[in-house]
């Protein structure tokens, strides 16, 4: 697919660090497919490295401080290694401020490329080599989807699949529409045809990804939704399992709630981001929906499938949160009895309208408050899981368990990680497992 004078002559290695979400895990699948197309292998260490590719993001400022100190590290490298390309993508370099911080600071990076033209990473290598200057290329906005490039992905059995990119919601604190741009989402038929290609070479399990799938379709001028798209994907034969991130509750239709009875593929799960249970603080957040209307979602969804498991986001410390609205939001996680939850410190980001608001919350407060909010969760996310104990559930098993080889890792429908004794030739497969023991993130079992 790619031109032939894209491919390197000699025998060379890559590797690529991704930080961030499971829209940059596929993004690096994407990268490891045309670096592999260009003839490049995959390394064991940085050391034996022809090119390194950081894929970064933006969401907080822990994980771009991250990504300083990382490339701070591979100073000693590239001056022991003159010939290594370093490479930096992703949100961060979506950012002005962080382009003229590794442009001033990092002049060993080599190569500098944005989220919507991974596809000219063979060009810019190539550009690279003939100039030997650090190359830049930055698009501000695609509104064309390059449906060119395939992904090298990391398991045989469950893959991701893009549905859409970017986001048009612009909540308050976010820096994802700056760095993604405005929602698009891809046509019906490449997505159907791609999942198609994957259930025959053996995939089982398919997760849906944007930054909003609820709102699927709109940009593309036909009459087809979200939940006709999961209509058709649960159709395709081979696949077993459908999953989707992530969706935003301002945006959930009846159609889609009603999936869950409906559609016998779809997971036993809902990943639906409140962020605050406070209605003055998600109207400061721009979120476009108040805590009654999330409460109803969630009321719907538990009569359609009693059995879901449910999930969240939760940022903590939001410019002006009260103790009244950090309260709302502990007696709203009660309420919905979340399975779990990502909890996240707000953090700055620059050019965000939250970032310029008065009376942010003091360090202190903010890492108090957090840690009350793990309190809470932690002992619902043990009882429902111990309302598992005894039953038998459908687990895929994804891989040998990292600390003890004899065990396999696996997940529920719901998405629950399960610890039990097998053989690695069980990878891959869905079988029965009857659960023993539960901790508050894990279940433990055996085969049944
Ligand atoms: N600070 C903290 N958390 C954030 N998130 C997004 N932006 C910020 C920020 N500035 C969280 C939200 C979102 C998740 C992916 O990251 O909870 O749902
Ligand atoms: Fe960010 Fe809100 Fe878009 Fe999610 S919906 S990516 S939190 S702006």
């Given at each position: 697919?790619?031109?032939?004078?894209?491919?390197?002559t000699?025998?060379?290695?890559?590797?690529?660090?991704?930080?961030?979400?499971?829209?940059?895990?596929?993004?690096?699948?994407?990268?490891?497919?045309?670096?592999?197309?260009?003839?490049?292998i995959?390394?064991?260490?940085?050391?034996?490295?022809?090119?390194?590719?950081?894929?970064?993001?933006a969401?907080?400022?822990?994980?771009?401080?991250?990504?300083y100190?990382?490339?701070?590290?591979?100073?000693?490298?590239?001056?022991?290694?003159?010939d290594?390309?370093?490479?930096?993508?992703?949100?961060?370099?979506?950012?002005?401020?962080?382009?003229?911080?590794?442009?001033?600071?990092?002049?060993?990076?080599?190569?500098?490329?944005?989220?919507?033209?991974?596809h000219?990473?063979?060009?810019?290598?190539?550009?690279?080599?003939?100039?030997?200057?650090?190359?830049?290329?930055?698009?501000?906005?695609?509104?064309?989807?390059?449906?060119s490039?395939?992904?090298?992905?990391?398991?045989?059995?469950?893959?991701?699949v893009?549905?859409?990119?970017?986001?048009?919601?612009?909540?308050?604190?976010?820096?994802?529409?700056?760095?993604?741009?405005?929602?698009?989402?891809?046509?019906?038929?490449?997505i159907?045809?791609?999942?198609k290609?994957?259930?025959?070479?053996?995939?089982?399990?398919?997760?849906?990804?944007?930054?909003?799938?609820?709102?699927?379709?709109?940009t593309?001028?036909?009459?087809?939704?979200?939940?006709?798209?999961?209509?058709?994907?649960?159709?395709?034969?081979?696949?077993e399992?459908?999953?989707?991130?992530?969706?935003?509750p301002?945006?959930?239709?009846?159609?889609?709630?009603?999936?869950y009875a409906?559609?016998?593929?779809?997971?036993?799960?809902?990943?639906?981001?409140?962020?605050?249970?406070?209605?003055?603080?998600?109207?400061?957040?721009?979120?476009?929906?108040?805590?009654?209307?999330?409460?109803?979602i969630?009321?719907?969804?538990?009569?359609?499938?009693?059995?879901?498991?449910?999930?969240?986001?939760?940022?903590?410390?939001?410019?002006?949160?009260?103790?009244e609205?950090?309260?709302?939001?502990?007696?709203?996680?009660?309420?919905?009895?979340?399975?779990?939850?990502?909890?996240?410190?707000?953090?700055v980001?620059?050019?965000?309208?939250?970032?310029?608001?008065?009376?942010?919350?003091?360090?202190?407060?903010?890492?108090?408050?957090f840690?009350q909010?793990?309190?809470?969760?932690?002992?619902?996310?043990?009882?429902?899981?111990?309302?598992l104990?005894?039953?038998?559930?459908?687990?895929?098993?994804?891989?040998?368990?990292?600390n003890?080889?004899?065990?396999?890792d696996?997940?529920?429908?719901?998405?629950?990680?399960?610890?039990?004794?097998g053989?690695?030739?069980?990878?891959?497969?869905?079988?029965?497992?009857k659960?023993?023991?539960?901790?508050?993130?894990?279940l433990?079992?055996?085969?049944?």
């Open positions: 697919m790619r031109k032939e004078n894209d491919r390197i000699e025998q060379k290695k890559y590797l690529i660090v991704t930080y961030g979400c499971q829209m940059n895990e596929h993004d690096s699948e994407k990268i490891s497919w045309i670096l592999e197309d260009m003839g490049y995959l390394a064991d260490n940085r050391e034996e490295c022809d090119l390194i590719i950081y894929n970064t993001c969401v907080r400022k822990t994980a771009e401080n991250r990504v100190g990382q490339l701070g590290e591979l100073k000693e490298l590239k001056r022991n290694k003159p290594l390309i370093i490479a930096v993508c992703g949100c961060m370099m979506q950012r002005e401020e962080v382009i003229d911080t590794i442009t001033s600071k990092y002049g060993h990076v080599d190569i500098i490329f944005g989220t919507n033209n991974i000219k990473l063979p060009q810019l290598i190539s550009n690279y080599n003939k100039t030997k200057q650090m190359t830049i290329d930055i698009l501000e906005e695609n509104r064309e989807i390059d449906e490039v395939d992904a090298n992905r990391k398991y045989s059995y469950k893959a991701f893009n549905i859409m990119y970017g986001c048009n919601n612009f909540c308050s604190y976010c820096i994802v529409p700056y760095t993604r741009g405005r929602e698009r989402s891809r046509e019906p038929q490449n159907i045809e791609e999942i290609g994957l259930a025959s070479t053996g995939y089982k399990e398919i997760t849906l990804l944007g930054q909003n799938v609820n709102s699927y379709g709109k593309l001028n036909i009459d087809y939704s979200f939940s006709d798209l999961l209509k058709d994907i649960n159709d395709i034969d081979g696949i399992r459908i999953r989707f991130m992530t969706s935003h301002k945006d959930i239709s009846d159609e889609l709630i009603n999936s409906e559609l016998d593929k779809l997971c036993d799960h809902l990943h639906l981001p409140v962020q605050s249970g406070s209605n003055r603080i998600l109207k400061l957040m721009n979120r476009g929906y108040t805590r009654e209307e999330y409460e109803s969630i009321k719907k969804v538990k009569l359609v499938n009693p059995n879901i498991t449910l999930t969240t986001d939760i940022i903590v410390g939001f410019p002006g949160e009260t103790e609205d950090f309260n709302d939001t502990l007696s709203l996680v009660k309420e919905v009895g979340f399975d779990s939850a990502f909890t996240f410190l707000y953090s980001r620059e050019g965000t309208p939250a970032a310029k608001m008065k009376s942010q919350i003091d360090d202190r407060i903010k890492h108090q408050r840690q909010l793990l309190d809470v969760l932690h002992p619902i996310g043990l009882k429902k899981n111990e309302k104990l005894g039953n038998t559930l459908k687990v895929l098993v994804e891989d040998v368990s990292k003890d080889k004899t065990m396999l696996g997940r529920t429908t719901g998405g629950k990680l399960v610890h039990f004794s053989g690695k030739e069980l990878i891959g497969k869905i079988v029965d497992v659960i023993t023991s539960v901790k508050t993130f894990t433990k079992g055996v085969l049944v």
